[in-house]
């Protein structure tokens, strides 16, 4: 690390950095689906659900969107995020 340079800081990079992923998928729909969810949902991550969200990042377009519009049957390890994303998209009700 440099001299100067915090973890907050470095937490910082990192939702930028996802939050840039988030808004630049490839496709407008995912854009848009994961991007608005990144906006709202980034800056209160902490490391270890920031890292879990970088690994959702690293998932293909076809299949992200195939989780988040059936409601991510097969999704695994990724489910409770999905199931986030589904209720902060209104595309799903909330268990509450």
């Not at 949902?41 to 490391?47: D, E, F, K, N, Q």
Request: proline share 3%.
């Amino acid at each position: 690390m440099q001299p100067g340079f915090t973890m907050a800081d470095d937490l910082d990079v990192r939702r930028r950095r996802a939050s840039y992923r988030a808004h630049h998928r490839g496709t407008k729909e995912m854009d848009l689906l994961i991007g608005r969810y990144a906006d709202a949902r980034l800056s209160a991550l902490s490391g270890d659900a920031l890292e879990h969200f970088e690994r959702f990042l690293n998932l293909p377009d076809p299949l992200l969107q195939l989780w988040i519009f059936s409601g991510g049957a097969e999704s695994g390890e990724f489910q409770d995020l999905l199931t986030d994303i589904r209720i902060f998209h209104r595309l799903a009700a909330d268990a509450d």
